[in-house]
Nanobody
Framework: QVQLVESGGGLVQAGGSLRLSCAASGRTFSSYAMGWFRQAPGKEREFVARITGSGGGTSYADSVKGRFTISRDNAKNTVYLQMNSLKPEDTAVYYC???????????????WGQGTQVTVSS
């Protein structure tokens, strides 16, 4: 069982930055790939970024590539999402999730956090 708690969301102006954190419980954190997803009002939850258990591999949605960076610290059981050059269309609830697979679909993730709101004003 893995419990995930996100933090770091908030209100920021377009062009600004935020750093999201996701703290995980349990002793097997490094055995899970971690993903960040987001869901805007009226839209489906969508993939943002993912990272392998070791942190050696990452991938991103085209919409955030070059602006967002995912990283993890396995000693702290924490995964991060650094978001730069934020745009109003990045406004959403951001979720972290854990998976034993290397996938981008929500159904491939076993554990989810409660989400943190990110609002980007124009």
């Amino acid at each position: 069982q893995v419990q995930l708690v996100e933090s770091g969301g908030g209100l920021v102006q377009a062009g600004g930055s935020l750093r999201l954190s996701c703290a995980a419980s349990g002793r097997t954190f490094s055995s899970y790939a971690m993903g960040w997803f987001r869901q805007a009002p009226g839209k489906e939850r969508e993939f943002v970024a993912r990272i392998t258990g070791s942190g050696g591999g990452t991938s991103y949605a085209d919409s955030v590539k070059g602006r967002f960076t995912i990283s993890r610290d396995n000693a702290k059981n924490t995964v991060y999402l650094q978001m730069n050059s934020l745009k109003p269309e990045d406004t959403a609830v951001y979720y972290c999730a854990a998976s034993r697979k290397w996938v981008v679909v929500t159904t491939g993730y076993d554990y989810w956090g409660q989400g943190t709101q990110v609002t980007v004003s124009s």
